[in-house]
Each structure stands twice: as C-alpha cells, then as structure tokens.
C-alpha cells in the first residue's frame, strides 16, 4: 500500500521561509518522480515543482521560481519543498504526488492528503 505523507506546513509571515517534507512508503522511492501541488481556496489544484527520479532534473511553475526548492533524499525516501520569500499567495494546501511512468510525468498516480500552508501579510 502506497502511502505518502506531507509535514511541515503551518502559519509564517511574507517573507518567511518553511519547509515541507513527504514521507513515502509502499512502493520503490527511486523509481518514481516526485511532484507538488498546490490548491488555494476556490481554486483548481496546480503544479508546482517537480524532481526526477535521481533528483537530475526539476522543473518549477513560473510563479515560484527563484524561491523555491525541490530536492529529494532517495536513502530516506523523502522529497522536500524549501519554500523561501513565502507570499500571502502562496497559501494553500500542498500536495505530493508520486508516478512512474514518465520522467516529467503528465498525470500521476499516488497522492498524499495535503497540509496546509497559510501567509499572512
């Protein structure tokens, strides 16, 4: 059973910095590409970044580049989302999601439940 786990959300002023980890189990960490999303109040979810399997490659959504970070720790079946100069627009609940299929995959197969990430200005 493929579980993937998201931490480190919570409250932070513009400008602040927080870092989001996922946690996955259940399947071989090092085959699949990692991806966040995001989905604000009232919006539809949207990409945000994503990592290949062996972390050779990312790839970010226009707004957030610059600012945030993916990696991923393939030891500890890991990837995190370093998100710095944090704005009120970035709050959302953040998602990973995992597949195999595709080195950028265009859809993906497993999910986590999401954590809340809120800026205030």
């Known amino acids: 059973q493929v579980q993937l786990v998201e931490s480190g959300g919570g409250s932070v002023q513009a400008g602040g910095s927080l870092r989001l980890s996922c946690a996955a189990s259940?399947?071989?960490?090092?085959?699949?590409?990692m991806g966040w999303f995001r989905q604000a109040p009232g919006k539809e979810r949207e990409f945000v970044a994503v990592i290949t399997r062996l972390g050779g490659t990312t790839s970010y959504v226009a707004s957030v580049k610059g600012r945030f970070t993916i990696s991923r720790d393939n030891a500890k079946n890991v990837v995190y989302l370093q998100m710095n100069s944090l704005k009120p627009e970035d709050t959302a609940v953040y998602y990973c999601?995992?597949?195999?299929?595709?080195?950028?995959?265009?859809?993906?197969?497993?999910w986590g439940q999401g954590t809340q990430v809120t800026v205030s200005s």
């Open positions: 999601a995992a597949d195999e299929t595709r080195m950028i995959p265009t859809s993906y197969a497993y």
């Open positions: 259940g399947l071989t960490f090092g085959r699949y590409a």
